[in-house]
């Protein structure tokens, strides 16, 4: 019987965790082995900034020496010059360092098109101003120019 009291006390005694003098849990001995580390976290994706309202919708922009310009949709981006019309699809708009871009291809056409805000851009033909600067890459060539989306582009006779 007296073994069965002695096993049962080192059964109780083990169970328990010891205390500091206050009664709260103690720290473990700087010689016992590391807790396991908590799993990680993984990081939360940094939200991407909100797409700015000049860039939403469709949009219009061109540019003069030589003539050309560019239409936005939905669906496609349109590219003309007095000479030729291509229609490229739209593959969607990225924003990299507050300016809106959007790259897509017709065959071995590449373009790229850049907008970025830029209130009073001037066409350099006319007074009206623009609320966007914009920049096609098209091939080998870059044209430059203003663009606005279009339910709001300027037109002679109003208000500047």
């Given at each position: 019987m007296r073994a069965v009291l002695l096993a049962l006390a080192a059964v109780s005694l083990a169970a328990c965790?010891?205390?500091a003098p206050d009664?709260?849990?103690a720290q473990p001995p700087a010689d016992a082995p590391a807790a396991p580390a908590a799993p990680a976290v993984p990081a939360a994706a940094p939200a991407e900034p909100p797409t700015p309202d000049a860039f939403k919708g469709d949009i219009d922009a061109h540019g003069t020496e030589p003539f050309w310009g560019?239409?936005?949709r939905e669906t496609q981006i349109g590219f003309s010059t007095p000479d030729a019309n291509v229609t490229f699809p739209n593959k969607g708009?990225?924003?990299a360092g507050?300016?809106?871009?959007w790259e897509s291809a017709a065959g071995d056409?590449?373009?790229k098109v850049?907008?970025?805000e830029q209130p009073g851009c001037s066409d350099g033909m006319s007074d009206l101003k623009y609320p966007l600067a914009a920049e096609v890459a098209l091939g080998g060539t870059t044209y430059k120019g203003c663009a606005a989306k279009t339910s709001e582009r300027p037109r002679e006779g109003e208000g500047k």
């Open positions: 965790q010891p205390q009664g709260s849990p560019v239409q936005i708009m990225t924003l507050g300016k809106a871009v056409k590449p373009i850049t907008l970025s």
